[in-house]
């Protein structure tokens, strides 16, 4: 589980330095990603599909740490850049890449650990 949270912090720590390099650039992955590495580097880690609690758990942590992220962005300006065409702020983006984040890293914790069968 170490490895897994790691995994979310560093790239939570990328998304973080390069909004602060780069503030006027929309990172329109990086909420999703943030979100997904926890529980995909969990799956990967444990080859198996997750039980219920620890999905809930690694998908948590990753929502957690997805969300304080793109609060200390907000926060300090680091959501500078244009938005897609369908949303009126780079947050509310943001905040849709999250949740496809959970699913994302939900549907990776439940997958069967052979494809046949």
């Known amino acids: 589980m170490a490895v897994a949270v790691g995994a979310g912090v560093g790239f939570a720590g990328l998304w973080i330095v390069l909004a602060a390099v780069r503030p006027g650039v929309t990172f329109h992955l990086a909420p999703i990603i943030v979100v997904a590495a926890?529980?995909?580097?969990?799956?990967?880690g444990?080859?198996?599909?997750?039980?219920?609690?620890?999905m809930a758990a690694t998908v948590g942590l990753g929502a957690a740490l997805g969300l304080a992220t793109l609060a200390l962005l907000e926060a300090a300006g680091g959501l500078q850049g244009p938005p897609?065409?369908?949303?009126?702020?780079?947050?509310?983006?943001?905040?849709?890449?999250?949740?496809?984040?959970v699913v994302v890293g939900s549907s990776a914790e439940m997958w069967p650990a052979r494809l046949d069968g």
């Open 38 to 44: 926890v529980p995909v580097t969990h799956r990967i």
């Open 46 to 54: 444990s080859g198996r599909p997750a039980a219920p609690l620890a």
């Open 84 to 101: 897609l065409d369908l949303f009126s702020s780079v947050a509310i983006e943001s905040l849709l890449g999250l949740a496809v984040g």
